[in-house]
């Protein structure tokens, strides 16, 4: 059960809850999947304290290497501190592979390398289903201006760059992911940093030599065990100890 306190946010995967100081969140994981709009459901024993560890290994990698994000620091297995943002109301989705969505609407072969990593926005909005936008949509509804834009793509592509070749490093083809970006102020300037989570949740992994899935297309289609898939990818990172069986991961603070 997560702490009683202020709720601000509760997400598919995450809850926000008020942070100890000015301008913080305590982001908490959940153990929740889900898939298709929410219309697949399950609870995935120990998946949230996975993907916490994940998600603050790859914001301090971000942050190692001058990518500015939203995290602070872990507090606990399923909780980090992170500062609070004003969200662009858009997932930034980048494919390096054709994969799911983009392979169906062009009739790629998934797994088919394209020309160059793509960069294409989806709308937050779970009652419409998250719909593909054009940059021209989002200029107009003012949902970001030209300008951001811009930066977003720039620091779309370096998140890119970073984690291809982190991944890589372990056997691992980065196939696509999508980020989610925020707005902080220091005085009257604007920052746009990477914000929400990096995880198997929001990436597409396969195995590089035998192209075995070890992200949440293991859970959409029915894979396997979506635990043993992210502890896979954990223990490559060096996240996670080596564990004998399949268990749930059992992480020391």
């Given at each position: ?10 997400g598919?995967?995450?809850i926000?809850?008020e942070?100890?100081?000015?301008g913080?969140?305590v ?29 603050e290994?790859?914001?301090?990698g ?6 500015p ?6 507090l ?10 004003e969200?662009v ?5 980048v494919?390096?592979f054709a994969a799911?969505?983009?392979a ?34 989002i200029?107009?509804f ?6 951001d ?9 370096r998140?890119n ?11 691992i ?8 970006i925020?707005?902080?102020?220091e ?18 992994l396969w195995?590089?030599k ?9 859970f959409r289609r ?10 896979e990818?954990?223990?490559r990172?060096?996240v ?6 399949g ?7």
């Amino acid at each position: 059960m997560a702490p009683r306190r202020k709720k601000i946010y509760e997400g598919k995967a995450k809850i926000l809850f008020e942070g100890p100081e000015p301008g913080t969140l305590v982001q908490y994981f959940k153990d929740d999947a889900t898939a298709f709009n929410a219309q697949k459901k399950d609870v995935i024993d120990g998946k949230g304290v996975l993907n916490n560890r994940l998600s603050e290994f790859f914001m301090n990698g971000l942050t190692n290497v001058g990518i500015p994000n939203h995290f602070i620091r872990r507090l606990n297995m399923r909780e980090q501190l992170i500062r609070q943002v004003e969200v662009v109301p858009l997932e930034v989705i980048v494919r390096n592979f054709a994969a799911g969505s983009i392979a169906k609407r062009l009739g790629l072969e998934e797994g088919t390398p394209l020309p160059r990593p793509i960069v294409e926005y989806s709308y937050k909005n779970d009652a419409l289903g998250d719909p593909l936008v054009p940059e021209e949509y989002i200029v107009a509804f003012g949902w970001a201006s030209q300008q951001d834009l811009d930066d977003i793509v720039a620091l779309a592509l370096r998140v890119n760059d970073f984690l291809s070749g982190i991944f890589f490093g372990v056997g691992i083809k980065l196939v696509d992911f999508k980020i989610e970006i925020g707005r902080i102020w220091e005085g009257d300037f604007m920052r746009l940093i990477v914000a929400d989570e990096i995880s198997p949740d929001s990436c597409r992994l396969w195995d590089v030599k035998t192209g075995q899935k070890l992200d949440k297309d293991v859970f959409r289609r029915d894979l396997g065990s979506l635990t043993d898939a992210y502890s896979e990818v954990a223990k490559r990172l060096g996240v996670l100890p080596e564990q004998g069986n399949g268990a749930a991961p059992t992480l020391i603070n």
